[in-house]
Nanobody, 122 residues
Framework: QVQLVESGGGSMQAGGSLRLACTAS????????MAWFRQAPGKEREFVAH????????NYADFVKGRFTVSADNAKNTIYLQMSSLKPEDTAVYYC???????????????WGQGTQVTVSS
């Protein structure tokens, strides 16, 4: 089992930046990649980005391309989501997930963090 703990959420005005972090512990060697998903009130969970621990594969949802950047610090077993040019529609609970299959589908990930709230005001 892999334990994931997110941090870095908060409130921000539109146009601002936030950096989320997700630290993995436990059987991390069983995971190939980490991903970020988000869920806004009343909406389905949606894929945001993923990155392999090796760094050779990253993928972003179209609505965050050019604004969000995912990175990893392997020594710390931590993945980051740098969010810039934030919009009110980015307001959601952001979750990190760990898995072993490249996928943008949440069902492909077996380990999830508790989520961190990001609120963007206009």
């Amino acid at each position: 089992q892999v334990q994931l703990v997110e941090s870095g959420g908060g409130s921000m005005q539109a146009g601002g930046s936030l950096r989320l972090a997700c630290t993995a512990s436990g059987r991390t060697w069983r995971t190939t990649l980490m991903a970020w998903f988000r869920q806004a009130p009343g909406k389905e969970r949606e894929f945001v980005a993923h990155m392999t621990w090796s760094g050779d594969n990253t993928n972003y949802a179209d609505f965050v391309k050019g604004r969000f950047t995912v990175s990893a610090d392997n020594a710390k077993n931590t993945i980051y989501l740098q969010m810039s040019s934030l919009k009110p529609e980015d307001t959601a609970v952001y979750y990190c997930a760990a898995g072993s299959t490249l996928s943008i589908t949440g069902d492909s990930y077996s380990n999830w963090g508790q989520g961190t709230q990001v609120t963007v005001s206009s």
